[in-house]
């Protein structure tokens, strides 16, 4: 008979747990702010991720998606070929694995010759805006203004900046995923070590 009372005690205790979960999960989905910055937990890893949609933002007023023959009437410096085994931002649209990287004015796209994205830039005087929110992202910006709006991912980097200090003596970065349902594509956003924002550079994973 005690051991029957256990049983149920501990059944009990952990129906009542779920439920509370459940319930805090649920709060934070309805305090989501808007569709362009949203927060999430991964459980099992104990990973926080906040995402930003590379459609959701400009980079000096021009989309990060340019055609190329929009891309070839910028200033080159260089071009020259990249290999990419997988991963790439153009999702395998033809067989080729050669993509060109084209540096102009501290940015440089990568293209395939069709298509172009803005692939990583400096922050001397550019700006990224993220439209929707209404935020702008300059070389002023400090890493305290970033964790006002992205609170998730600097919960991580602190984190991982904890367990691998020897990753951030140059730079210190933070990581924002693209989508929740693949958060290893993601942005690196680089501060230096007064604090201010100086590039960023989009990932993709490569399998």
């Known amino acids: 008979m005690k051991y029957y009372l256990l049983i149920c005690l501990f059944v009990s205790l952990s129906s009542s747990c779920i439920t509370s979960n459940n319930k805090s999960l649920n709060k934070q989905k309805a305090s989501a702010k ?11 890893e104990s990973v926080f991720l906040d995402t ?3 459609n959701q933002v400009k980079f000096n007023k021009e ?60 922050f001397n005087g550019n700006k990224l805006l993220i439209k929707n929110i209404d935020v702008e992202l ?41 989508t929740i349902n693949q958060p290893e594509d993601h942005w690196i956003f680089y501060f230096n070590k007064e604090g201010f924002l100086v590039k960023f550079e989009l990932y993709w994973w490569l399998c």
Not at 34 to 44: D, G, T
Not at 68 to 96: A, Q, V
């Open 63 to 122: 989309s990060f998606y340019l055609n190329y023959h929009t891309l070839r009437k910028k200033r080159k410096d260089s071009m020259i070929i990249s290999e990419w085994d997988c991963g790439h931002p153009f999702e395998w649209k033809n067989d080729t694995v050669d993509f060109w990287s084209y540096h102009t004015e501290n940015l440089e796209y990568i293209t395939n010759k069709e298509e172009s994205i803005l692939y990583s830039g400096k």
């Open 34 to 44: 808007n569709n362009v910055v949203k927060s999430h937990i991964e459980k099992q």
């Open 138 to 178: 300059t070389e002023h910006t400090t890493i305290n203004d970033f964790k006002s709006i992205f609170a998730n991912s600097y919960k991580s980097f602190i984190q991982a900046k904890k367990l691998n200090p020897e990753n951030y003596t140059e730079y210190d970065y933070v990581n924002v995923a693209f």
């Open 52 to 54: 930003l949609s590379i």
